[in-house]
């Protein structure tokens, strides 16, 4: 099972938006509900952002979305913050009845 | 309040075992599908394998880097999950993390322990 494909890199100033996408296969992304975003910043665990493609957890701010078409899956942030500064995963259950992540995606707020 | 306490990291050499305990409370164990989450220095989160709950069979899958050589494991009378970890090559080096999901049997990672770290190395 190969890691999801995500962008290295991803930057935009304060109060713009953003998009990071996700791209994976019909075993994984594209066939299950199952998608989910993390952010992690430095030194510290995950926080799950985003549960099966769009469900935001309770306490996440609504300036966090997330979308899927077809084998590819996005995560916008809108209304960029400093403290979004951070790398950002996404995760995907798959037909083996396992999971995988993505690459990864740095988030720079210039 | 959701609390996952993993222990058992350390140095190991090459071709030892190790195994890893994450302490659980604040939930009920026994429904959740419990996973092991892993990243190496400086890199992105890697997926490990996971168990399920006894009630949706207790099964176990692993990802494919460390299958036939890690054991999920878990103990609902003592809420406690493990991962017993054989044969260990210097690129099983990561921050091993425990992690159960939003609610119970869902796909997802909402709740971490700190990490211990497993450093192999001769």
């Known amino acids: 099972q190969s890691a999801l494909t995500q962008p290295a890199s991803v930057s935009g100033s304060p109060g713009q938006s953003i998009t990071i996408s996700c791209t994976g296969t019909?075993?994984?992304?594209?066939?299950?509900?199952?998608v989910s975003w993390y952010q992690q910043h430095p030194g510290k665990a995950p926080k799950l952002m985003i549960y099966?493609?769009?469900n935001r957890p309770s306490g996440v701010s609504n300036r966090f979305s997330g979308s899927q078409s077809g084998n590819t899956a996005s995560l916008t942030i809108s209304g960029l913050q400093a403290e979004d500064e951070a790398d950002y995963y996404c995760s995907s259950y798959t037909s083996s009845s396992t999971s995988v992540f993505g690459t990864g995606t740095k988030v720079t707020v210039l | 309040e959701v609390q996952l306490v993993e222990s058992g990291g350390g140095l190991v050499k090459p071709g030892g075992s190790l195994r890893l305990s994450c302490a659980a409370s604040g939930f009920t164990f026994s429904n959740a599908w419990m996973s092991w989450v892993r990243q190496a220095p400086g890199k992105g989160l890697e997926w490990v394998g996971h168990?399920?709950?006894?009630?949706?069979?207790?099964?176990?899958d692993y990802a494919a880097p460390v299958k036939g050589r890690f054991t999920v494991s878990r103990d609902d009378s003592k809420n406690t999950l493990y991962l017993q970890m054989y044969t260990l090559k210097t690129e099983d080096t990561a921050v091993y993390y425990c992690s159960t999901g939003y609610y119970y049997g869902s796909r997802d990672f909402q709740h971490w322990g700190q990490g211990t770290l497993v450093t192999v190395s001769s």
């Open positions: 168990i399920k709950s006894k009630a949706d069979g207790g099964t176990t």
């Open positions: 019909s075993s994984d992304v594209g066939d299950y509900k199952y």
């Open positions: 099966e493609v769009s």
